[in-house]
């Protein structure tokens, strides 16, 4: 088995916002991967989702599914993470308070993509955008 | 418990996602932060919250929630209903606040 999947993300639009996560949660019950990695999934892509929504301008999720793993990765087209440690602790946000009054920006979102990830690469130039690269494994007990 | 067992002991009002009425309740979580719940929330949980706005829902179906109740009688925005129904997950409003009714739910589900 081994499939590609690609989501649009648009930066700014929240109506929207969950979108490719509620697509790729689809496809894995339909694949009946087993429902703790569909959680974490679920979670993981959907808080990157939303960072490109609040904090990005353009950006989209390639989504890989093989044998053993799940990679999700999505690139944004942004301003950029000019202190990746500091965005990773938890609590540090830089959303806008119309945001925040969503109930987004509480800082956390880094912190539960990690908590939910096997493998996590952030890599970000300021001006330009930001890669997040993550891989959720199958066969974890 | 179900969600209309529920709703009618707790005189909340349904909303929207009447199909969803006999989704069985695993447990609660209160919150206002979206990472919160997405982070933290057990599938089949109800979700008591302030937030009103379309991304609730996003999140009780990714979460596979059993329900959402907005507190002080608050109203959902006009396009949260259709994903409520389409979802079957039923939204239902408390005329208490957030301290009364999470009290409330948490004494009747444990
Ligand atoms: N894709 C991104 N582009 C630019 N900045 C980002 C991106 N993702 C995260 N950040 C920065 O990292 C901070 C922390 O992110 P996160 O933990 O998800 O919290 P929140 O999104 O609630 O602010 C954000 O406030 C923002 O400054
Ligand atoms: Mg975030």
Redo the contacts with the bound molecule.
């Keep these: 088995m081994f499939m590609n999947f690609e989501f649009n993300v648009e930066g700014g639009n929240f109506t929207k916002a969950g979108t490719a996560s509620s697509q790729v949660k689809k496809i894995l019950k339909q694949l009946n991967v087993d429902s703790k990695v569909i959680k974490r999934v679920v979670v993981a892509l959907y808080?990157?989702e939303?960072?490109?929504v609040?904090?990005?301008w353009s950006?989209k999720a390639l989504i890989n599914i093989s044998t053993d793993r799940i990679d999700l990765k999505?690139t944004?087209e942004?301003?950029?993470?000019p202190d990746?440690e500091?965005?990773?602790?938890?609590g540090?946000?830089?959303?806008s308070s119309a945001?925040?009054e969503m109930g987004?920006?509480?800082?956390?979102?880094?912190?539960?993509?990690k908590n939910n990830c096997d493998e996590l690469e952030?890599t970000?130039e300021v001006g330009i955008?930001?890669v997040?690269q993550m891989a959720i494994y199958l066969n974890t007990k | 418990m179900n969600v209309l067992e529920l709703a009618e002991k707790l005189n909340l009002k349904v909303i929207s996602g009447n199909e969803g009425l006999s989704n069985e309740i695993t447990g609660g979580y209160a919150s206002d932060l979206l990472?919160d719940v997405i982070g933290h929330a057990d599938a089949g949980n109800i979700w008591i919250t302030l937030q009103t706005h379309k991304n609730v829902m996003a999140i009780a179906s990714l979460k596979d929630l059993a329900a959402v109740v907005f507190v002080n009688n608050l109203q959902p925005e006009d396009d949260m209903a259709d994903q409520s129904n389409e979802e079957n997950i039923p939204v239902l409003v408390s005329s208490d606040p957030a301290f009364t009714i999470n009290g409330k739910i948490y004494q009747l589900i444990n």
């Excluded at chain 1, 942004?78 to 993470?81: E, M, N, T």
């Excluded at chain 1, 500091?86 to 938890?90: D, E, G, R, Y």
């Excluded at chain 1, 540090?92 to 959303?95: C, D, G, I, L, V």
């Excluded at chain 1, 956390?108 to 993509?113: A, E, F, K, T, V």
């Design positions: 808080e990157a939303v960072n490109i609040a904090h990005a950006g999505l944004d942004g301003p950029g993470i990746i500091l965005a990773m602790q938890q540090y946000s830089t959303a945001v925040r987004f920006g509480a800082g956390m979102g880094l912190s539960n993509i952030i970000s955008g930001t997040v | 990472s």
